[in-house]
């Protein structure tokens, strides 16, 4: 029963939308702000089980250790989303069940829920993407303000450090289309369930 409401809200949705498809919705600008600030808590932790398999590794005299240290602290943000949505969206249904999304259901027990996994894999997709991205975008301006690689961030001028501004803003522009598209697969795919594709 549930399936059909969310069918009906999702086309209803998308037949009072006049916001253009190229531009990010509101939503997608939110979720790319919000994983931007979140991105400080990934990092803790990141920062935290790499120093931990290194201490490990070199306790034990073994660089393989230090490798899946590696490998799970790169993988580690897809986790941290997915438990975070989760117990956002289990406090959402317990106090604010009005905001919460029909898609995500009733959220209940500790353990993260499909839709959880989904956005952390996302998140984490995003953040790899918006980071190279961002990355190559910086890159090639870094001569207009003529700095390279080979000065020290230390060393920038207040105005030259203004290059972190430019990078937080490409970063979430990127991560903001990254969401669109996410946004309108989704759309496609509900289109497409209720029998009405849109062309």
């Known amino acids: 029963m549930n399936k059909p409401n969310i069918v009906d809200n999702g086309e209803q949705k998308r037949r009072k939308s006049h916001w253009p498809t190229y531009l990010p919705y509101p939503s997608c600008w939110?979720?790319?702000?919000?994983?931007?600030?979140f991105l400080r808590v990934i990092g803790f932790v990141a920062e935290i089980s790499i120093k931990l398999g290194y201490d490990v590794a070199k306790f034990a005299n073994s660089p393989e250790l230090l490798a899946i240290f590696v490998i799970i602290t790169l993988l580690s943000p897809i986790a941290v989303i997915a438990f975070?949505?989760?117990?956002?969206?289990?406090?959402?249904s317990r106090f604010?069940?009005?905001i919460q999304a029909p898609e995500i259901g009733i959220v209940t027990g500790i353990i993260p829920k499909l839709m959880s996994w989904w956005e952390g894999l996302y998140g984490w997709l995003v953040i790899i993407l918006s980071t190279l991205v961002t990355c190559l975008v910086c890159t090639i301006i870094l001569p207009v303000f003529h700095l390279s690689y080979t000065k020290h961030p230390e060393t920038y001028t207040q105005f030259e450090?203004?290059?972190i501004v430019i990078f937080g803003i490409i970063w979430l522009i990127q991560g903001a289309l990254i969401y669109q598209i996410d946004y309108l697969v989704k759309?496609?795919?509900?289109?497409?369930?209720?029998?009405?594709p849109k062309l």
Do not use: A, N, P, W
Request: net charge positive; charged share 10%.
């Open 30 to 37: 939110l979720k790319s702000f919000i994983l931007m600030i």
């Open 84 to 92: 975070t949505h989760h117990y956002l969206h289990l406090f959402f």
């Open 96 to 98: 604010i069940s009005e």
């Open 161 to 163: 450090q203004q290059i």
């Open 187 to 196: 759309q496609r795919l509900i289109s497409v369930y209720s029998g009405k």
